[in-house]
């Protein structure tokens, strides 16, 4: 079985700032890892996915992040936050070389203040 | 079509009542997802279909939740018996495979048990 744990169901950063959300997975075989963004009143976009050929993976909107098997965790990180980045993020994991669902995190709330 | 596509995008329904959620995937998606997202909560895992047949249903809540898929593409999510638990956004996801493939998610069902 697989499953993530985001730690920080809410978190606040300022305009400008380094956003850092934390997502940490617990799979039985290599996993693949995704982060998805969900802005308000629309479904949830992909912003990137690690498949094991790099450990640092970049996405859209300047998003990136890192796969760390040692300390089972794939954190998404911004160097510089922008307003239009206040949405809730989510951390998945789904078991490679298996048919398997995709299973999420409960999610981090970001807000972004001026 | 271009995207995901769900309907009805809300629906009100007495408790009681039956009613059928649809989900249009992408041409050519052969997994399709069924999620559902209460508040304050994460997406919960309902079930998801590799063309018409469904691997894994363990996330159905009761046997009041049941799902079909037809032709390998049009998937309806039928709730019997409706209760105010159920009030939730059904999300509903295709991917051109299980596995690495990335999910586009449709904007969501939202459904109000009064």
């Known amino acids: 079985a697989q499953s993530v744990t985001q730690l920080g169901s809410h978190v606040s950063v300022s305009e400008g700032a380094l956003v850092l959300l934390r997502c940490n997975y617990s799979?039985?075989?290599?996993?693949?890892l995704f982060w998805y963004v969900q802005y308000p009143n629309q479904g949830l976009q992909l912003l990137l996915k690690?498949?094991?050929?790099?450990?640092l993976v970049k996405g859209i909107n300047g998003f990136e992040a890192e796969f760390k098997k040692s300390e089972t965790s794939f954190h998404l990180t911004k160097p510089s936050a922008h307003m239009s980045d206040a949405a809730e993020y989510f951390c998945?994991?789904?078991?490679?070389?298996?048919?398997?669902?995709?299973?999420f995190g409960t999610g981090t709330r970001l807000q972004v203040t001026l | 079509g271009a995207g995901v596509s769900q309907s009805p995008s809300n629906k009100v329904t007495e408790k009681g009542k039956d009613v059928e959620l649809r989900c249009d995937p992408i041409?050519?998606?052969?997994?399709l997802y069924w999620y559902r997202q209460s508040l304050g909560q994460g997406l919960e895992f309902l079930i998801y279909?590799?063309?018409?047949?469904?691997?894994?249903k363990s996330g159905l809540p009761s046997d009041r939740f049941s799902a079909e898929r037809t032709g390998g593409s049009v998937s309806t999510l039928t709730i019997q018996r409706t209760q105010q638990e159920d009030s939730a956004v059904y999300l509903c996801?295709?991917?051109?495979?299980?596995?690495?493939?990335?999910?586009?998610f449709g904007n969501g069902t939202r459904l109000t048990v009064t």
């Open positions: 690690y498949t094991s050929a790099a450990t």
């Open positions: 041409s050519g998606h052969t997994a």
């Open positions: 996801a295709s991917s051109l495979e299980w596995g690495n493939s990335p999910l586009h």
């Open positions: 799979s039985s075989v290599p996993p693949y």
């Open positions: 279909f590799q063309g018409n047949s469904a691997p894994d």
């Open positions: 998945a994991v789904t078991l490679t070389g298996t048919a398997s669902k995709l299973t």
